[in-house]
Structures are given as C-alpha cells and as structure tokens.
C-alpha cells in the first residue's frame, strides 16, 4: 500500500518523522511520502527510519500558493531537497507563514481569544527549517480554554471569515510548480476537492503540474471519480494519500485521515512514476 501525503512535526503534524515511518510500518504500507508544508526539515529523519523499516521513502512537499486570498497546495515529489533555490524559496514561504501567524494572533485578542503566540513561534525556530501554521495556533486555543478542540478552534475563530483568520499572501500555484519543477521534481495539485477550483486546473495543466490528487481523505467517491476522470482528460497522473496529520482528540477528520485509511493504488503509482522516469 501507498501513502504520498503525510505531516510530521517539521509542520503541522503530532508525530516526528520517525514516528510517522513506524505507523507506516505497523499499518502495512510499503511506500510513503512526507509531505511538509513549506519544508524539508522532516526528511532526512524520515529517510534513516525508513531504511531501518525496509519502507520506500518519496522524498515529498506540500507547498503553499495563493489565488483569489485562497490556499491551493500543491505537492512536490522526488526533488532535489538540496536545491540552493527551492531552500532560498521556502525560506521565503516560512517567513510568510511566521508573520501570518502574528496577525492571526493580533485578530484573536481583538476577537476575546487571546493566546501566547510567542512559544508557538519559539518551539518553530529551534527546530531549524519548521514550518508553523493555523494547526498550532488552534492548539494554543484549545491549552488557553478558548476551544474545546483543534477543529472546534478552526470552526469558530480561525477558519475563513472566523474573527482570527487573516487572509494569506504569497506566490502563484504557476510559480510553485516551476520552482520544485526547477529542482528536478514531480507536481501535484492537493486534494482540488477541497481547494474547488477547477476552473484553474486545464490552467495549471499547462503550466506543468503533473497529476492531480485523486485519492484523498476529504474526498468521497464521487469526488474522486470526478478527478480521476479530469486527470485522463489533461492527460495528467495522479497522486493520492491519507493528509495524515496525528492524533487529534475530539476531532472528526481523524479517523479518515488515519494512516492506511486512504490509499494510492498501485496501477496509479506506476503511472506517476513513469511520468518521473520519462521526464528524467
């Protein structure tokens, strides 16, 4: 079984790279990837752990574009995770998501939420590389008794229109696919159920995004359906995963983000990477 969209502790997951690699272990599949958002600082951890498993490790990123104020994420396999650009460029996205995080917390003691921001950005800096975002903002409401869960906390205060969310800035989906293209890498628009725009993507098709993420947990069968036949339509792969994230108590997106709770067949994982071995 394959799993090509998992979170660590290097962003927004509870579980450090190696403790990822032995949930893959224990749930039986064979090759994962660990895609951070905005970073590589998992990978190195996860690549020894996966060795010492006999697990396949892709080397993987979710890195964040912005259309319309709007996230659309788009996943990044088999890159060069030296490349001296693509490191120069998350940098760039890490100092977005730093000041991002600061505005958010402004916003929420305005809104009558007030949290500490400052161990949320301390505990990212002395993790060289880390990425921080709205998932440890909505721990700290939930340790500050401000929310009664992560997703409680993402519901009423930091979800789009909530009293602390602060729309995002940054690049364009076109340019995130050309900078990981640029490190020798494969792209994938994420879970496109959720970002709804696909009125966007015959646009990214041209501009060199690779596949689609057709298997995904946010995704019902219907929707899945729906992108897999779009990807057969603009003649793109495509890629699929969990987005597993932890262990999150009181929280209904948990159980189908579950390591193993959604996987990449095996038919469509060789069509990806045949598309990175024609491109080699």
Do not use: K, N
Not at 64 to 82: E, I, N, Q
Not at 192 to 211: F, M, Q
């Amino acid at each position: 079984m394959i799993d090509l969209h998992l979170h660590t502790t290097a962003s927004d997951g509870r579980c450090s790279p190696a403790q990822v690699a032995a949930r893959v272990h224990a749930a039986g599949l064979t090759t994962f990837a660990i895609t951070d958002h905005d970073t590589v600082a998992g990978l190195a951890e996860a690549r020894e752990a996966a060795a010492t498993l006999g697990l396949s490790l892709v080397d993987g990123i979710e890195v964040t574009a912005v259309v319309d104020g709007r996230d659309v994420h788009v996943l990044g396999y088999w890159f060069d995770p030296a490349s001296p650009s693509l490191l120069a460029f998350l940098a760039e996205q890490r100092a977005r998501r730093v000041a991002r995080v600061e505005r958010m917390s402004e916003a929420l003691a305005t809104a009558g939420a007030p949290i500490d921001v400052r161990p949320v950005l301390d505990d990212a800096a002395s993790r060289p590389g880390a990425a921080v975002g709205r998932p440890a903002l909505a721990r700290a409401l939930v340790d500050a008794g401000h929310a009664s869960s992560v997703q409680d906390a993402f519901d009423r205060l930091l979800g789009a229109g909530r009293p602390g969310y602060v729309p995002r800035t940054g690049v364009a989906p076109e340019e995130v696919i050309a900078r990981l293209r640029e490190a020798g890498g494969l792209t994938s628009i994420a879970h496109p159920g959720v970002t709804d725009r696909d009125d966007r993507l015959p646009r990214w098709a041209s501009a060199g995004v690779d596949a689609l993420e057709g298997f995904h947990s946010d995704h019902d069968d219907a929707d899945t359906a729906r992108y897999l036949a779009a990807a057969s339509a603009l003649r793109l792969a495509v890629s699929g995963g969990s987005d597993f994230h932890g262990d999150e108590p009181h929280a209904h997106r948990s159980e189908r983000r579950r390591i193993g709770a959604v996987t990449l067949p095996a038919a469509y994982f060789a069509a990806l990477h045949a598309t990175r071995e024609a491109r080699r």
